[in-house]
């Protein structure tokens, strides 16, 4: 007898048992696969639940966390924004040049320019009607030739003690990063939850036609997502300067893009909109982390890596596919 | 480069097709024209202007350079305008085209007959798994490939020992000679674009593809081959991607590990240039060859008027350059609607 059939069995009504095995895998998997993750690898190393090694493993995650977040909101409009990674690079690229007039104007600045780029790959979405992942491409290209150009392709160092306190220091024992991605997550969770805006958005991913037929404002929605998306991700690149305590627009942000797509999609969002999981974001970004770092940690070569990755993904995405994905 | 075969069948472009020759005001007609041929004009009118600006130097080693130093990746565009004709993308092509390097200078130094077989073999049955999960498992293109984007490169690093290994074509074998000098990369890549255009706008299976491109229940309900046939695309799509490894390797005469990464979407960049619909149901190898050939005269402007700001000019260009096509896709698109 095949599992399949054993739940029919189970349940009178197959199909909607399978649904909802399906649903409870979509939804709470990823917390479940986090939390055997960390007692397999406590289990292997002891040194696993040291206060440093969690350090070290929210420094990494803290950037990737903020960078989801704005694509879980992009992908819950049944979109995706590929330029965040750029944009990264570009918020980056600013805080050297910037930083003579002091970190605020600086930082503000690179928030702003990740604004303006949410704006442009908003407004061709929402106004123009262009796809978003050919809208999104097209600034990925221009962003990251753009910053080099400002920057020359160079990485210049940044030596501001308020930019870099914002990537080293820790508070409470926990790293700064990691508190300004909690609060992140927080306000997201909470814009999704509780206001218009968050319910407008869902409804948009779920049926567009339906939506503007009913009176929302769509391309409003649209272009304050992807802008919510830039200026998450330019916050990302200010973190990210100040810890490598340098810019470098070559090379930052690269691929960033793909890693926030997977932990969107190993998190329980479906790619094809509609819904949006915030704690599973966060969940599915801390989870391709510690998995990487643990193979690492034992010495499994990268090529290994990067093909359970993919095994991951292939197998977050059998699970969320039964609410059809395109 | 109109695929009239297709829209016989497709049932999307087919209202069309058929408001056309009855509805049409001149305007419209312009729009459509505009849409049709607007990559070639555009491809023209760049080409124009640059050799009024210094006709001196619109020498016969600029066609050569841009011909042979690029012809094999254009391989790539050409499988993702199939993969894209079915509103599906391929994003795996940068690294299968790395991996069908890698494979080919390894199999060059048994036999090259080896070096030709290994990329293909390899690469098609890469494109066939991802093309299985897409029709059969009922999987997003976009994942199953960026999985695929990241598992060939996994493999790659596993075959070279983390990159650190570098396999040499044997400087005696003739498999050196297929990627040697302007003609012989070209002519082999002008022949595949030959049979691709065949196979899109003449044979029963490009038909489909748009068909399914178009709309993919009804072209089920058709009694379309639908599932083979995206199998198949994804397949075409990696082989081609394996070939273009080979042939680089071929010329580069070694495997190069660090290749490839971000040529997707290059490839899906002159796809989209050369006006194929991302959302599927539309697409012209003909148009492929003119986004290509854009991107490429582009990028060797650059190259040679601006080349103090180095790559960085060229991206930032070629993003502003693909952006204003996709706008005025859209925009086109829009008029015509209302």
């Known amino acids: 007898m095949t599992a399949a059939a054993v739940i029919e069995s189970v349940d009178?009504?197959?199909?909607?048992?399978r649904d909802r095995i399906l649903d409870l895998a979509q939804r709470y998997g990823v917390y479940a696969a986090l939390v055997v993750l960390v007692a397999v690898a406590t289990a292997m190393n002891s040194d696993f639940m040291s206060a440093s090694n969690w350090?070290?493993?929210?420094?990494?995650?803290?950037?990737?966390?903020?960078?989801?977040?704005g694509m879980a909101l992009v992908i819950g409009t049944e979109g995706v924004d590929l330029s965040v990674g750029a944009t990264i690079?570009?918020?980056?690229?600013?805080?050297?040049?910037?930083?003579?007039?002091?970190?605020?104007?600086?930082?503000?600045?690179?928030?702003?320019?990740?604004?303006?780029?949410?704006?442009?790959?908003?407004?061709?979405?929402?106004?123009?009607?262009?796809?978003?992942?050919?809208?999104?491409?097209?600034?990925?290209?221009?962003?990251?030739?753009?910053?080099?150009?400002?920057?020359?392709?160079?990485?210049?160092?940044?030596?501001?003690?308020?930019?870099?306190?914002?990537?080293?220091?820790?508070?409470?024992?926990?790293?700064?990063?990691?508190?300004?991605?909690?609060?992140?997550?927080?306000?997201?969770?909470?814009?999704?939850?509780r206001t218009t805006f968050g319910r407008q958005l869902v409804a948009i991913g779920d049926n567009k036609r339906a939506s503007l037929l009913a009176g929302l404002p769509v391309r409003r929605v649209l272009v304050t997502v992807y802008v919510l998306s830039g200026i998450l991700s330019a916050l990302a690149g200010v973190l990210i300067v100040g810890h490598g305590a340098e810019a470098d627009p070559a090379n930052q942000g690269l691929n960033m893009e793909l890693s926030a797509i997977t932990a969107v999609v190993v998190g329980g969002t479906p790619l094809a909109g509609g819904r949006v999981r915030v704690l599973g974001t966060v969940a599915g970004a801390m989870f391709m982390q510690l998995a990487s770092a643990v193979l690492i940690q034992h010495n499994v070569p990268t090529s290994t890596t990067q093909i359970v990755e993919a095994v991951l993904i292939c197998l977050a995405v059998y699970v969320s596919r039964e609410r059809g994905t395109r | 480069m109109s695929v009239r075969t297709s829209q016989t069948v497709a049932p999307a472009p087919a209202p069309r097709e058929g408001a056309e020759s009855r509805l049409e005001t001149p305007g419209e007609r312009w729009i459509r024209r505009a849409e049709r041929r607007g990559p070639l004009v555009v491809l023209v009118a760049v080409c124009a202007a640059a050799t009024i600006a210094s006709p001196s130097d619109a020498s016969w080693s600029d066609v050569s350079t841009i011909l042979g130093n690029n012809a094999f990746v254009w391989l790539l565009a050409l499988g993702m305008t199939f993969v894209i004709t079915t509103g599906g993308i391929d994003l795996s092509v940068g690294s299968l085209y790395a991996l069908g390097g890698v494979l080919a200078a390894r199999g060059a130094t048994h036999s090259p007959w080896l070096a030709i077989a290994l990329p293909l073999v390899v690469c098609a049955a890469w494109g066939a798994v991802q093309g299985l999960l897409v029709a059969y498992g009922g999987m997003a293109p976009f994942i199953v490939t960026l999985a695929g984007l990241l598992g060939a490169r996994g493999l790659l690093q596993a075959l070279t020992d983390q990159g650190s290994t570098t396999y040499l074509v044997p400087t005696g074998s003739w498999f050196r000679h297929l990627g040697a000098g302007t003609w012989v990369p070209v002519g082999i890549v002008a022949a595949l674009f030959a049979a691709g255009w065949i196979l899109m706008e003449r044979t029963g299976y490009g038909a489909t593809l748009t068909a399914i491109g178009g709309n993919q229940d009804s072209a089920v309900l058709l009694g379309l081959p639908v599932a083979r046939a995206k199998v198949l695309v994804y397949l075409l799509s990696g082989t081609l991607a394996g070939a273009a490894g080979a042939l680089g390797g071929a010329r580069l005469g070694s495997g190069v590990t660090t290749i490839g990464v971000g040529y997707e979407l290059t490839a899906i960049a002159a796809v989209v240039i050369g006006g194929t619909l991302l959302t599927g149901g539309y697409g012209t190898i003909g148009g492929t060859v003119c986004g290509v050939l854009l991107l490429a005269v582009i990028h060797h402007l650059i190259d040679r008027y601006l080349s103090q700001y180095g790559s960085a000019m060229t991206d930032a260009v070629n993003g502003a350059f693909l952006a204003v096509v996709v706008l005025a896709q859209a925009l086109l698109e829009r008029s015509r609607r209302r």
């Open chain 1, 12 to 17: 009178a009504d197959g199909a909607g048992a």
């Open chain 1, 55 to 69: 350090r070290v493993q929210l420094f990494q995650t803290a950037p990737t966390v903020l960078v989801a977040l």
């Open chain 1, 89 to 193: 690079a570009l918020a980056a690229s600013v805080i050297p040049l910037y930083i003579g007039y002091g970190p605020a104007p600086a930082i503000v600045l690179a928030l702003l320019l990740g604004a303006a780029a949410g704006l442009v790959g908003g407004s061709m979405v929402a106004f123009a009607g262009v796809q978003p992942i050919v809208a999104t491409l097209s600034l990925m290209i221009g962003l990251r030739g753009l910053a080099e150009l400002l920057n020359g392709a160079a990485a210049k160092p940044v030596e501001d003690t308020t930019i870099l306190n914002l990537g080293e220091q820790n508070l409470a024992g926990v790293p700064l990063m990691a508190w300004i991605a909690l609060a992140a997550t927080g306000a997201v969770a909470y814009t999704v939850r």
